[in-house]
């Protein structure tokens, strides 16, 4: 069944505006992750988390499922997506074109503003490595990411960025209380910083390019003797 053929005002009266918002409330879920890969999702416990109608998740589940964020099997149920070190692969080889376009023109489109929160952000990125925390390095880590993805003012690129459910294979690939498995990632951030703050969108693409590339090897790499998919570290 189609997305576009689920009926948003069924007999249960639930609205459009209240789908999308289940379906909001769905996919934060997933994305915080409270639910560990390859778990399987009921109809029964989401609509009391959710406070909707078993007619209301299914709908629902039929557009993740369509979207990438869990797969349906038949005798299997509706699961939590499970990346395979491959998944993951292809996912970072797309990120690599992807980001890249977005930080060349962050180079072209950035505001002061913006540039100033970029700027602080790999400050702030600095500190944590100094101090040792994990956490607040990962956290504004992301910021970064998402910082870049804003300032590119290209929602055409940050569409199919999105499309990409990077965050979903990072909840599976890493673990913020251990170190971070690459040593260079702050100067690479910084390289991409001053690419993006001396508007060179050629040099922000190429070092945004060679960050995700970097990431990508270091994950094959720490795969590489077994090619298994179990839980490692924050890749990026």
């Known amino acids: 069944m189609a997305v576009d053929d689920v009926r948003l005002?069924?007999?249960d009266g639930m609205s459009a505006n209240r789908y999308e918002q289940a379906y909001d409330q769905l996919v934060a879920i997933l994305l915080s992750g409270k639910y560990e890969p390859n778990t399987r999702l009921t109809e029964a416990e989401l609509?009391?988390?959710?406070?909707?109608?078993?007619?209301t998740i299914r709908s629902v589940l039929v557009r993740l499922a369509?979207?990438?964020y869990v797969t349906s099997e038949v005798n299997?149920?509706?699961?939590?997506?499970?990346?395979?070190?491959?998944?993951?692969v292809d996912i970072l080889e797309a990120r690599e074109v992807l980001e890249g376009a977005l930080a060349a023109k962050a180079a072209e489109r950035a505001t002061q503003e913006e540039l100033d929160e970029l700027t602080r952000t790999v400050g702030v990125m600095r500190e944590a490595q100094l101090t040792g925390d994990e956490q607040e390095y990962s956290r504004q880590n992301r910021h970064f990411h998402r910082e870049i993805r804003k300032a590119a003012h290209q929602e055409t690129l940050a569409r199919f960025f999105d499309a990409l459910l990077y965050p979903l294979v990072m909840r599976q690939y890493r673990d913020l209380a251990a170190p971070h498995p690459r040593t260079l990632s702050l100067e690479e951030h910084q390289a991409i910083l001053?690419?993006?703050?001396?508007?060179?969108?050629?040099?922000?693409s190429a070092a945004m390019r060679h960050h995700i590339s970097s990431a990508r090897q270091g994950l094959l790499l720490r795969n590489a003797p077994s090619g298994r998919s179990a839980p490692d570290q924050d890749h990026e």
Do not use: K, W
Not at 47 to 55: A, D, I, K, P
Not at 194 to 204: E, H, K, L
């Open 47 to 55: 609509t009391q988390l959710l406070n909707v109608s078993r007619g």
């Open 76 to 88: 299997r149920g509706v699961r939590t997506r499970l990346f395979s070190v491959a998944d993951a």
């Open 9 to 11: 005002d069924g007999a």
């Open 194 to 204: 001053y690419a993006v703050i001396t508007r060179n969108p050629d040099a922000a």
């Open 66 to 68: 369509q979207e990438g």
